[in-house]
T-cell receptor, first 115, second 108 residues
């Protein structure tokens, strides 16, 4: 498809386990973002990639969270030693790049449940 | 602390009625965007406003941006059940800062 895809769509894990969430952005989009959406906090920014570099990681809530992007395309968000408060929908978005007022294109999200 | 405040939080109206959603920011962003999100999906961009005083129309949706570029509104005329969803405003400084959203329900 032509849109942003994310996998898995749902992930249930036990507290303390590590999880990896994947994002495939729209082809040619240089900017990639991760957000988290939870009932109490709304939609929060996590990290921004321009190409393979992450100039803004300010939204990552702790050092248990990390992300990488390879080949200027696919990105993986990793959460180590998951906690119950990590339960949320993790959304990925891509855009053609900074300075272009075309908005961001979001994937359907990964719903993470930590038991 | 939420940079963007949206009101109301919930809105339930009958088909054919009009509705307005408000967004107020404590900061000035390079642009302000409105998104709509349906259950199980990511937000979808409706409009981007940049210039103070700007008014944009998208079929039955009218978006206004305040002169000071800190407040915005979304007005829907003759709402339809297909307008049901979560409406989000977002300030854009390459990354998006979202309001808490307004859940709109249009009853048939």
């Amino acid at each position: 498809g032509a849109g942003v895809s994310q996998s898995p769509s749902n992930k249930v894990t036990e507290k303390g386990k590590d999880v990896e969430l994947r994002c495939d952005p729209i082809s040619g989009h240089t900017a990639l973002y991760w957000y988290r959406q939870s009932l109490g906090q709304g939609l929060e920014f996590l990290i921004y990639f321009q190409g393979n570099s992450a100039p803004d990681k300010s939204g990552l809530p702790s050092d248990r969270f990390s992300a990488e992007r390879t080949g200027g395309s696919v990105s993986t968000l990793t959460i180590q030693r998951t906690q119950q408060e990590d339960s949320a929908v993790y959304l990925c978005a891509s855009s053609p790049g900074r300075g272009r007022l075309v908005g961001q294109f979001f994937g359907p999200g990964t719903r993470l449940t930590v038991l | 602390t939420q940079l963007l405040e949206q009101s109301p939080q919930f809105l339930s109206i009958q088909e054919g009625e009009n509705l307005t959603v408000y967004c107020n920011s404590s900061s000035v962003f390079s642009s302000l965007q409105w998104y709509r999100q349906e259950p199980g999906e990511g937000p979808v961009l409706l409009v981007t406003v940049v210039t103070g005083g700007e008014v944009k129309k998208l079929k039955r949706l009218t978006f206004q941006f305040g002169d000071a570029r800190k407040d915005s509104s979304l007005h829907i005329t003759a709402a339809q059940p297909g307008d049901t969803g979560l409406y989000l405003c977002a300030g854009d400084d390459y990354k998006l800062s979202f309001g808490a959203g307004t859940t709109v329900t249009v009853r048939a």
